[in-house]
């Protein structure tokens, strides 16, 4: 019997991320199991992850699993999961956007879709939170292309626009948009190594629970590197115990060994944005920030009463109706097109931003036999 067990993949850039992707039929049906092959194939734990192919970063121990769907209207299902480096967790309750923008350039790769056109549309469903988007490709030809003009900051050149439309993404993962039922809160927090401190948040899940707060509350200027902050021992066991104090009250219970709610510091931009940010994620600091917290933190921006309020610099809105909110991040910005009802602000009708996608890698990867012997001839 063969020591080690092959499963197809391809290893797939999604915006800012990477990880290898499976079909959901060549993966154990079993979650136990199947969470035991992803920690085998990405090689964790292991700081390196030296056994396997992860990158030795949260961005980088990402993996995507999809199916076609036999729901009326949906075209495609996605599950998307967080693996840690130097953790044995598979973690398939948050969403990822970055990729996201992966799962149909993946699905034409490998036949589970076909084009329709010079350019194709895909309706998706992320089975983490039931959360559907349209995402549209260029497949001129018929066949997908991953060249063209479009620009990412994060991502160096430029490939061709994947462009998602959010449909509905408020209370992804929280209650809902609101989780604590206001758009602001007042905590005071106490814990080790630190005097305790009283400062005011947003809690928000527009596709990412985060808690939002501004970075001159905490002595900081939001201008800080990603090294700089990731270096701050200080801001961090502050920010851990602003993280486990409030989740409770976004009915999410302990999150000790969750990767979520994110941690936003946010200040006024730098570089002619909407609000500069520092994403934790949520213990390391973000070299850049997520799609569906940069969504979120655009969708803070446009509410009345938000931390953000008096922080962002917000464009008039566009004839129809929008706003894009350009959101700076360590390594450039995003910008997400967002619309709310006008007779309600705090819902948002539409959630649209472009990122781009290619794929990098066509073939097996091996796990040992003792973790799973594969499917049954």
Known sequence: MPSQTALPCLLMRGGTSKGPFFR????????????????????????????????????????????????????????FAQLQPEKDTVDTTPNCGNMLAAVVPFALETGLVAARGDTSIFRVLTLNTDMACDITVCT??????????????????TAAPVTINFLDTAGSVCPGLLPTGAVRDTVTVEGEGFAPFTLGVTCIDNGMPLVILRAQDLGRTGAETVAELNADTELKARLEALRLAI?????????????????TLIAPPRAGGALATR?????????????????????????PGSVCDGVAVLPPPEADGTRRVSVEHPTGEFSVALATDPNDPTRVTQAALLRTARALMRG????????WKGHPA
């Open 279 to 303: 994403s934790f994620i949520p213990h390391v600091c973000h070299d850049a920030i997520g799609v569906l917290a940069a969504v979120t933190v655009g969708t803070a921006c446009v509410l």
């Open 24 to 79: 959901a039929a060549d993966l154990p049906a079993d979650t136990a199991t199947r969470d035991r092959v992803l920690l085998a194939a990405l090689g964790s734990p292991d700081r390196r992850q030296i056994d396997g192919v992860g990158g030795a970063h949260p961005l980088t121990s990402k993996v995507g699993i999809v199916a076609p769907s036999q729901r009326p209207g949906v075209d495609l299902e996605f599950l």
């Open 247 to 263: 989740s409770p009250r976004m009915g999410l219970g302990d999150v000790r060994d969750k990767n979520y709610p994110k941690m």
């Open 364 to 371: 097996e990867v091996l796990v040992p036999a003792s973790v």
């Open 140 to 157: 001129p030809g018929g066949e997908i292309t991953y060249e063209g003009d479009a620009r990412i900051d994060g991502v160096p050149g």
